[in-house]
């Protein structure tokens, strides 16, 4: 053998030595010795340390399985912090209250709309009536004065679907599907952003029955029950980003790229629909409106828009006689996120608005920020925000976490003149001594003050 193929054979020799050092001390061996493999066993473990860490893991994988090992309430440490609804496994697409004030709705694109029971909120968990949107999901809904039926707008294809509702039934579906719209099945030739349903009041003999849509583009489409189009609108506002159905059906509000909300009042006659004109456009913004939403009352609604600002207004005037609506307050908000959403008290004392993850308060009639709730979700921007008719709650959606979350109204009812919160705030400033002062919210009265003289 000559020297060449002598010094080949000792390097190869002293790589293999190499690589099996290396690759035994580095699945847990001695480093002192590369022979030397074993190893110490393992201590043992008891039947029921086992029988809990099988427990553990199982928990663990059933969590992550349906994703809610993340899923924390968000503002739990916010002194309004209530409660957070949870149940929906897909995005929130938008949360609001039913005009009789006994549910908050949702709909999620895991094709289920919930209601859930207002005066159950501080409940654990809270609970709800879940409803399947077969072969889609809903991205909106609205329901009628009376709550007995209800509209869908649908995501995947352009449509509405109106449906007979019946929270009380237990044994069967609380939803009876009655008409498709459009009805050929065509979808409409643009997603729908907004829907609405309004139902003639027998009591007052006034509103007409319809079915509001409102799509991306430029159509506001009025339908019957049946699915006839009543009326065709083209706004001719470039783009629409939002549009709402007053509750008593008079007003539509819509809104897009061009600065201002335009009211659409819809004329009647012995509970028919006979037409659409425009009847006003609230001026103000300079840019394009996020957001605009009415009171229960129908009476004022707000706005908020790209440019900063927001604005309420009293929109209880006769626009045929040219009166004019009356602006009840403005204010600039912090914007962050990709959008803006707003929300008006129904007594008209305070607008909630929801940008990025976070919620202002504003006095309607001073402008200024009264109280903020800061990460109110902490997994995305806000998608949505109502405050109940009663005044007492308000609740905001996004749709990454997955949840709505609800917060007492307190500020709402500190700006009332005259309540207790008010009363006690007074007494506290005046030095009047007091044992103490307790503003306490529950499901029953809004507040309670109790007073205890020296």
């Known amino acids: 053998m000559d020297l060449f193929s002598v010094i080949v054979t000792a390097l190869v020799g002293i790589g293999l030595t190499f690589f099996v050092y290396t690759f035994v001390s580095a699945n847990g061996t001695s480093s002192s010795s590369p022979i030397d493999t074993e190893r110490t066993p393992p201590a043992p473990v008891s039947a029921d340390t086992e029988k809990k860490a099988k427990s553990s893991s199982s928990k663990q994988t059933s969590k992550k399985k349906h994703g809610h090992d993340k899923r924390k309430p968000a503002a739990k440490s916010h002194p309004y912090y209530i409660a957070a609804l ?103 030739d643009s997603k729908i952003i907004a829907c609405g349903i309004s139902t003639s009041n027998p009591n007052t003999r006034t509103g007409c029955t319809f079915i509001m849509a409102a799509t991306a583009a430029t159509d506001l489409i009025y339908y019957s029950l049946n699915g006839d189009v009543l009326k065709h609108v083209d706004t001719k506002m470039v783009y629409h980003t939002c549009a709402r159905l007053s509750p008593d059906g008079r007003y539509t509000a819509i809104a897009g790229f061009v600065g201002g909300v335009r009211l659409m009042e819809v004329t009647s006659s012995g509970g028919s629909f006979v037409d659409v004109v425009k009847a006003t456009v609230l001026p103000g913004h300079n840019s394009e409106v996020y957001d605009c939403e009415f009171t229960p009352c129908s009476k004022a609604l707000c706005s908020v828009s790209k440019d900063g600002t927001w604005q309420a207004w009293d929109i209880d005037v006769e626009f045929n006689r040219n009166a004019d609506a009356v602006l009840l307050g403005s204010g600039t908000y912090t914007e962050s ?118």
């Not at 968990?125 to 399947?132: D, E, G, L, M, T």
């Not at 809904?141 to 109106?162: H, I, N, T, W, Y």
């Open 86 to 188: 949870k149940g929906h496994t897909g995005k929130v697409s938008a949360v609001s209250c039913t005009d009789d004030g006994k549910y908050f709705a949702t709909v999620s694109e895991d094709r289920t709309l919930r209601l859930w029971p207002i005066k159950s909120v501080s409940e654990k968990p809270v609970p709800c009536v879940r409803f399947n949107v077969e072969f889609d999901h809903a991205v909106a809904c609205d329901f009628s004065p009376d709550s007995k039926a209800c509209v869908m707008a649908l995501g995947q294809e352009p449509k509405l679907r109106v449906y007979k509702v019946d929270p009380r039934k237990k044994s069967s579906d609380p939803f009876e599907l009655k008409q498709s719209i459009p009805k050929d099945g065509k979808p409409l």
């Open 337 to 454: 996120g990709d959008r803006s959403f707003c929300a008006l008290a129904p007594n008209k004392t305070i607008v909630a608005i929801g940008s990025g993850t976070s919620i202002e308060i504003f006095s309607v009639a001073s402008g200024a920020l009264l109280d903020t709730i800061p990460n109110a979700h902490p997994g995305g921007d806000l998608n949505a925000i109502v405050i109940d008719s009663a005044n007492k709650f308000i609740a905001s959606s996004s749709g990454l976490d997955r949840m709505v979350c609800v917060f007492h109204n307190v500020p709402g009812h500190r700006e009332v003149p005259g309540t207790a919160a008010c009363f006690a705030d007074a007494i506290l400033c005046l030095g009047v001594p007091l044992n103490c002062v307790a503003v306490l919210f529950d499901e029953i009265t809004p507040c309670t003050v109790c007073c205890v003289w020296d």
